[in-house]
């Protein structure tokens, strides 16, 4: 059975049950191929405190440089990968370059936070808390300087177990982020058994908060939910000035978009950051010079 494109250009369609399509077989390959030439990359955004406008960390995002293809956003592979399972190895991937990064820049002298994505089965998956603590012990870094984010919606697929997860994260002395807020299905109760320090705003309430009074009581009453809670708030995709004065006058902490800068290739990133550290704040978007 010939394998269809699909959104993401590759369909895993295939009638019979138990035989993998060879789509999904290719893409296997291609996976563990780009592991071995080192195609993935990880991009950084920094984040900023919205008050004194100081970059005080990053989010890792990947991407993949296919020498074929070009650049592949994650949107391209990381559904693909969680439903074949290679979700596992590519996030091991990850979460190691993030914490050698950490490391690097530790040794330069820029004190950064960094922010890894979980997906929902690494999430889920029994080894991962051995699987970090490893990791961070190889790296030589302190947990503290690791935030992961969980999408709101894999938080609340079994939000008890998913307390339990964050628990033991926590106790790693990880800290925790609930990303993509407002999207899923979230209720103040589950909100408070959830040990995530910070809230991440989805970028859907940011995009037209200065024009739409809903999406700015929204982004009100989750600020006020979250502080009530004593929690972080992080607006995701601030794209212009009028949004990002906005939010800082709604005591939003946190923000991340491309009024600040665009998520950059690794040396240009630490580049960029070593120099907007030295400023005393940022008046204006950050990535222009
Ligand atoms: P996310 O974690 O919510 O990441 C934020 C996304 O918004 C990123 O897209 C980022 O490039 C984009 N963005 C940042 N600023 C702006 C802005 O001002 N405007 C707009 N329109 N967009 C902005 P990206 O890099 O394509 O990543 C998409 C999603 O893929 C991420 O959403 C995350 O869920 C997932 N992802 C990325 N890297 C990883 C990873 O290493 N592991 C896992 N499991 N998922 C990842
Ligand atoms: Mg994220
Ligand atoms: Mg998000
Ligand atoms: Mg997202």
Redesign the pocket.
Known sequence: HAAKRGQSGISFYDPQAGRLSDARVSFQHAVERALEHDEFR??Y?PIIDLASGQIVGA?????WHDPERGLL???EF?PLA?TTGW?AP??EW?FRRACSDVKDWQRIGLDLRIS????AS?FNSPELIDQLQNELDTAGITARHIEL?I?ETAVMEDVLHSAEIMRKLSALGLRLAI??FGTGYSSLAYLRKLPAQTI?I??SFI?EIDTDPEDLEIVKAIVALAHVLGRHTLA????TEAQYQLLKTLGVDLG????FS??LPEPKFLQRALSWQQRTGVDTAIGED
């Open positions: 990880l991009y955004q989010e890792a995002l990947i991407r956003p994650p949107s990381i969680e979700i590519l996030g990850v890894v994505n979980l997906s690494q984010e999408t990303d993509d991440k989805d970028q995009r995701e995709g601030i794209e991340q978009g491309y009024w665009p998520p």
